[in-house]
């Protein structure tokens, strides 16, 4: 987990009179890596100028970052809002890149809960919204509601439903451990249970989430609806009473084993081969019986391998570094890109 070391540096001027010139020095923040059995373990280091804080009240702006797994201990700029184009996405109806960089739809179906990721420390649900105009086969879908299991914990977030969209609501739900939670409107609010098992942080006024679970998985969120355009260009023949406002997510996982399972978590094995269709426009995975749960924060799917009081008797080795590759980096859609360790 990343970080800020000690006590942030705020801007810091110092004004130095040489040869008839003044020169403007800023501090920057400071980033450490608190997991253990990372290369960047116990290592400080310095924000980059382009990105001198981490945190920002500016949504659109880039805030520091550092990769613990990353070999190279570098801090770099980054967005932290989701990025549908990166490796650990889900967006639109509902569009997958695993961690192998590959691109995949599963479209599951309206009002039902389906694993995302499942391992022995961690499950990650989703609830999906939807429906099925007159002539269709299958639901148009998209994900309404994320449910965590972690610990002895579980947490929720979901988008609620609104007719229409209004950018001045904020259409963020929370629960934890089945209590709703409220987090106060506005950029840097923050909220922490009494334990600090998990972290809430919004990144704009309303309606974009980071949620961190330390040392396990980071979770960039965004709501948005289904606009007239999207209805327009996809015919989802959207209804006047519902504009199915839903989650964009990326996740960023920190030690996840060889047995993850999951929509998504199985294409972080190593040895994964995923049954997406290369060159096909829109290659679309099933397997809905095998992920399927029972509700939102339920880890009884028949593939579902989340059991947190075995963690400390497995002596598997996470995998390090494999989760956070960049397969996008030469294709900005992810299409066709296999990353393997």
Same mark, same amino acid.
């Given at each position: 987990?990343?970080?800020?070391?000690?006590?942030?540096?705020?801007?810091?001027?110092?004004?130095?009179?040489?040869?008839?010139?003044?020169?403007?020095?800023?501090?920057?923040?400071?980033?450490?890596?608190?997991?253990?059995?990372?290369?960047?373990?116990?290592?400080?280091?310095?924000?980059?100028?382009?990105?001198?804080?981490?945190?920002?009240?500016?949504?659109?702006?880039?805030?520091?970052?550092?990769?613990?797994?990353?070999?190279?201990?570098?801090?770099?700029?980054?967005?932290?809002?989701?990025?549908?184009?990166?490796?650990?996405?889900?967006?639109?109806?509902?569009?997958?890149?695993?961690?192998?960089?590959?691109?995949?739809?599963?479209?599951?179906?309206?009002?039902?809960?389906?694993?995302?990721?499942?391992?022995?420390?961690?499950?990650?649900?989703?609830?999906?919204?939807?429906?099925?105009?007159?002539?269709?086969?299958?639901?148009?879908?998209?994900?309404?509601?994320?449910?965590?299991?972690?610990?002895?914990?579980?947490?929720?977030?979901?988008?609620?439903?609104?007719?229409?969209?209004?950018?001045?609501?904020?259409?963020?739900?929370?629960?934890?451990?089945?209590?709703?939670?409220?987090?106060?409107?506005?950029?840097?609010?923050?909220?922490?249970?009494?334990?600090?098992?998990?972290?809430?942080?919004?990144?704009?006024?309303?309606?974009?989430?980071?949620?961190?679970?330390?040392?396990?998985?980071?979770?960039?969120?965004?709501?948005?609806?289904?606009?007239? !355009?999207?209805?327009?260009?996809?015919?989802?023949?959207?209804?006047?009473?519902?504009?199915?406002?839903?989650?964009?997510?990326?996740?960023?996982?920190?030690?996840?084993?060889?047995?993850?399972?999951?929509?998504?978590?199985?294409?972080?094995?190593?040895?994964? !081969?995923?049954?997406?269709?290369?060159?096909?426009?829109?290659?679309?995975?099933?397997?809905?019986? !095998?992920?399927?749960?029972?509700?939102?924060?339920?880890?009884?799917?028949?593939?579902?391998?989340?059991?947190?009081?075995?963690?400390?008797?497995?002596?598997e080795s996470p995998l390090i570094g494999y989760n956070i590759l960049d397969c996008t980096h030469q294709a900005a859609s992810g299409n066709g890109i296999v990353c393997r360790k």
């Amino acid at each position: 987990m990343m970080k800020v070391s000690m006590k942030s540096i705020w801007v810091v001027f110092v004004l130095l009179f040489v040869s008839g010139h003044v020169v403007e020095v800023k501090a920057v923040d400071y980033v450490r890596c608190s997991n253990n059995g990372t290369r960047c373990h116990g290592r400080s280091l310095a924000c980059p100028s382009e990105c001198p804080y981490t945190s920002s009240r500016d949504p659109k702006a880039k805030v520091c970052h550092v990769n613990c797994n990353s070999p190279y201990c570098k801090p770099e700029c980054k967005h932290r809002k989701p990025n549908c184009n990166g490796p650990g996405a889900v967006c639109y109806d509902p569009r997958f890149i695993g961690g192998d960089g590959i691109v995949f739809y599963f479209h599951g179906k309206s009002n039902e809960h389906f694993s995302l990721v499942s391992d022995r420390n961690l499950q990650i649900n989703a609830r999906f919204t939807g429906h099925r105009p007159a002539g269709r086969s299958r639901d148009f879908t998209w994900i309404q509601a994320l449910g965590v299991l972690f610990d002895s914990h579980s947490f929720s977030v979901e988008a609620t439903k609104a007719a229409t969209w209004d950018d001045e609501i904020d259409h963020l739900k929370f629960t934890y451990n089945g209590e709703d939670i409220v987090i106060p409107v506005g950029p840097l609010a923050v909220w922490n249970p009494q334990d600090q098992s998990v972290k809430v942080e919004r990144i704009s006024t309303r309606n974009s989430v980071v949620v961190s679970v330390p040392n396990v998985v980071e979770i960039s969120v965004n709501v948005v609806p289904v606009t007239k !355009e999207d209805d327009r260009i996809h015919n989802y023949r959207v209804p006047s009473d519902d504009c199915f406002t839903h989650l964009e997510v990326q996740f960023r996982f920190h030690g996840l084993s060889g047995n993850v399972s999951g929509v998504l978590g199985r294409t972080y094995q190593p040895n994964f !081969e995923n049954p997406a269709k290369p060159g096909v426009a829109m290659p679309v995975v099933g397997g809905e019986d !095998e992920y399927r749960t029972t509700s939102l924060v339920s880890s009884d799917c028949r593939t579902c391998v989340f059991n947190p009081e075995r963690v400390s008797e497995e002596d598997e080795s996470p995998l390090i570094g494999y989760n956070i590759l960049d397969c996008t980096h030469q294709a900005a859609s992810g299409n066709g890109i296999v990353c393997r360790k």
